[in-house]
């Protein structure tokens, strides 16, 4: 099998950890010996429903994350992060408790959770340790799943190492269980799912209900995905997500008897089972506030789903259409956007060229995503960049995401 192309970050991490393996552990050769590597993602449409069963439309973009390293004969795991320049070291023999020595250091937290639930599962590979470097191109906390790629580079890493070659879902999951453990957030499956099941200029189709997906070509001519990175941290982010999650649960719990006793056979499990028209006849068995946020939820998935159907038939203009009311809904009655977010968005609507425009991911921050004209690019770029520090008060960062991610492994480099 011819092996996949050893992207420039992934040979990067291999350089790095040659280097600092050489220096902390004293040895004069350090070749790592494995190495694997994952995408972040965008996410075209669709955001806030995949933990309601619904439907997401991800994409896996030209940015990384790799571990490069090799097995250790201690039970001990030590991780170096290129980007921190910090060192993070954590039992392996599941003596310690899991609050352990890595707790200053989140990034370690990913790597270690993903690890255990690769234990967990019986695929992690038959070694006593590993040592290994990680580098990424992936902005942390722009909203572009940073930490979704460090574990499924750790997963990929993991069978670089000669653990499972598990299904690719299967590896969705149990990285998303190591996101919710390490981050402490009851995530979806959408970032990890992108991650694992990426495919170069296409969008995935995900029905988070039965985890069937459908790629659909996501490159339209003439026109370019941009990601404009508001620099806002998501310090809400985690346990503002945790209450949206559960007052969609709180919706469906106080919509299901009567839904279910109106329709004999209906099940209502969760918001992907609500429709307008529900929400319309029964909206008055809930308050205001689960009122607009189960109205996101059944909105989104129906944009999702007409987006799908734009893309497929290479419908531009409905497509930014989509994207605009998606972000109306986030902002409005989901309430996950924050004014430097609203304020990107306004401004790339406003620049003609830009077909559309809305806030990714969790929100409270990170990045919004822009369908442009590619002849109008530089154009939306200067707009961004010159514009939004004056209105929003700091630096934001403009990039143009290319669809060509994709989770990789490599073993035994000098044999490659
Ligand atoms: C984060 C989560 C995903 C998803 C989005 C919102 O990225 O990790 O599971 O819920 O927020 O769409």
Same mark, same amino acid.
């Given at each position: ?50 933990? !309601? ?13 790799? +571990? ?9 795991? !030590? ?12 039992? +392996? ?9 890595? $707790? ?11 690890? #255990? ?17 990680? /580098? ?37 999951? =149990? ?11 009851? /995530?979806?499956?959408? $970032? ?5 099941? @990426? ?10 209900? !039965? ?22 941290? *998501? ?23 009567? =839904? ?13 089972? /609500? ?6 006849? *029964? ?12 109205? *996101?939820?059944?909105?989104? $998935? ?5 987006? &799908?159907?734009? =893309? ?8 930014? *259409? ?6 109306? !809904?986030? #902002? ?29 991911? @969790? ?31 700091? $630096? ?18 000098? &044999?490659?």
């Amino acid at each position: 099998m011819t092996p996949d192309p050893l992207p420039s970050v992934a040979e990067r991490a291999a350089r790095v950890y040659a280097e600092v393996a050489a220096a902390r552990f004293h040895q004069p050769t350090s070749a790592a010996s494995a190495i694997g590597w994952a995408p972040g993602r965008i996410n075209l449409i669709g955001e806030h429903t995949d933990y !309601s069963e619904g439907f997401v439309l991800p994409a896996a973009i030209d940015r990384l994350v790799a +571990l490069a390293g090799r097995a250790e004969d201690e039970p001990f795991a !030590s991780v170096y992060s290129a980007h921190h320049l910090a060192w993070a070291h954590f039992p +392996l023999d599941g003596s310690a408790d899991d609050a352990g020595s890595d $707790d200053t250091q989140p990034w370690a937290r990913y790597v270690r959770a993903t690890w #255990r639930e690769l234990a967990l599962a019986g695929a992690a590979p038959p070694v006593r340790g590993f040592s290994a470097a990680i /580098v990424g191109d992936v902005p942390l906390g722009g909203g572009l799943s940073s930490s979704a790629a460090l574990e499924v580079a750790t997963a990929m890493f993991a069978r670089a190492l000669g653990g499972d070659a598990l299904e690719p879902m299967a590896v969705a999951r =149990l990285c998303q269980r190591a996101e919710q453990a390490g981050a402490s957030v009851r /995530v979806g499956i959408m $970032d990890q799912a992108a991650s694992c099941l @990426g495919k170069p200029q296409h969008a995935l189709l995900l029905d988070c209900r !039965s985890l069937e997906y459908d790629y659909i070509a996501a490159d339209l001519p003439g026109l370019a995905w941009a990601v404009f990175d508001t620099r806002v941290p *998501h310090t809400l982010a985690a346990s503002e997500y945790n209450v949206r999650r559960a007052q969609c649960e709180a919706a469906v719990a106080r919509l299901a008897p009567t =839904l279910e006793a109106e329709t004999p056979g209906r099940s209502v499990a969760a918001l992907r089972d /609500v429709t307008l028209a529900d929400l319309a006849a *029964h909206g008055d068995l809930l308050d205001a506030t689960l009122l607009r946020r189960a109205r *996101h939820v059944a909105t989104e $998935d129906e944009r999702t789903l007409r987006a &799908s159907r734009a =893309l497929r038939q290479g419908d531009a203009a409905t497509l930014g *259409h989509l994207l605009d009311a998606s972000h109306r !809904s986030l #902002r409005d009655d989901f309430a996950v956007s924050c004014p430097e977010l609203d304020t990107a968005v306004e401004i790339a609507r406003a620049t003609p060229g830009t077909l559309g425009a809305r806030m990714m991911g @969790g929100g409270f921050g990170g990045s919004i995503l822009a369908l442009v004209r590619r002849d109008a690019l530089d154009q939306l770029a200067a707009r961004l960049t010159a514009e939004y520090p004056l209105r929003a008060g700091r $630096d934001g960062e403009f990039f143009e995401c290319a669809l060509d991610g994709k989770a990789g492994v490599r073993k035994a480099l000098n &044999s490659a």
